[in-house]
């Protein structure tokens, strides 16, 4: 198999096992300094194109370069593992799977790269998982919120505005105010402003990012469970973070005119069986493998 069909394949088992779940352990025995941490949700899994990332809320990315020795396995559990677990350069486990890389020459993790998340200038916003958080002054910044036609999504991470919204978080937000996530910050009036705050403190306080309480992130392709429409997730902002809405009840500010966006393919019609997100575009991803040959 070429490197570049064997990468896909793995990024894509990687993917029906890991997306939207929160990790429960994670072992890298050469690795010593930033770690992916336990109980983060992994957001994303990137193919490049001899390289494999995974993407956690916090914006945490982990690149594994892969030759032709290299894999990523993926194991239910109680599978027998077809290789030597002492020989695993990194081993990451979820509820029921656990995914474990051999061979890779050389392993990476860093920040997603944000200016926004890591302002060089300017003071930084309210921390919102604290519970004596100021929220008037986190009204304050977003009412005073420089460019006026930014996106209420990409404000929502924009630390100096507020901190500790995670990506989760933010679309649980949006979603909850049934706020349009492309929303001009500039349109939204004082009391609208308050009120995700508001709610984005109460959240960040009794913070469970299991999949079970979370109403709309990790949903995409199930039906919305207040208006019943199937669930979207575009790719949006800066960060290029992963965004789960609803178009059907998520209208208020709606923007005449959509940001730019790079809409993921697996918004594309699968005809096949699984409705899960991560099966639907594993199946999109061996369809696209099988017409390339
Ligand atoms: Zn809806």
């Known amino acids: ?22 990790m429960v352990r994670f072992e890298a025995p050469l690795m010593d300094s930033l770690l992916p941490q336990v109980g983060r949700t992994i957001e994303e899994v990137r193919n490049l ?38 020989r695993a350069d990194v081993l990451i486990e979820v509820q029921d799977w656990v995914a474990v890389c051999f061979n890779t020459p050389e392993i990476d993790v860093y920040h997603d790269f944000d200016p926004r998340r890591h302002p060089i200038l300017g003071k930084l916003g309210p921390d919102l998982s604290h519970v004596d958080a100021d929220i008037e002054e986190a009204v304050d910044r977003m ?18 505005v507020v901190r500790g919204v995670s990506n ?18 500039g349109t939204l009036k004082r009391a609208e402003c308050r009120e995700l705050l508001t709610l984005a403190h109460e959240m960040l306080q009794n913070a469970d990012t299991s999949l079970d309480h979370l109403a709309i992130y990790g949903r995409q ?11 979207k997730v575009n790719h949006h902002g800066e960060a290029n973070r992963v965004l789960y809405w609803c178009a059907g009840c998520q209208t208020s500010h709606e923007p005449l005119v959509r940001p730019n966006f790079t809409p993921l393919y697996i918004e594309r019609d ?5 409705s899960h997100p991560a099966a639907k575009q594993f199946m999109s991803e061996i369809i696209s493998l099988r017409d390339v040959g």
């Not at 989760?168 to 910050?185: K, Q, S, Y």
């Not at 392709?221 to 669930?231: D, F, I, L, Q």
């Not at 699968?270 to 699984?274: E, R």
Request: with cysteine; charged share 30%.
């Open 221 to 231: 392709g199930k039906s919305c469970a207040r208006c019943g429409v199937v669930a």
């Open 143 to 160: 009412m005073e919120y420089e460019e006026r036609d930014e996106t209420v999504a990409e404000v929502l991470l924009d630390q100096r």
């Open 1 to 22: 198999m070429l490197i570049g069909s064997k990468v896909q394949h793995n990024a894509a088992a990687l993917r029906t096992a890991l997306l939207g779940k929160k």
């Open 49 to 86: 194109n001899k390289s494999i990332e995974i993407i956690w809320d916090n914006g945490i990315v982990l690149n594994t370069r892969m030759k032709m020795m290299s894999s990523w396995d993926v194991y239910r559990d109680g599978d027998t593992w077809r290789k030597d677990a002492a």
């Open 168 to 185: 989760v978080f933010r679309c649980e937000i949006l979603w909850a105010c049934e706020m349009h996530p492309w929303a001009n910050i």
């Open 270 to 274: 699968v005809s096949m069986g699984d």
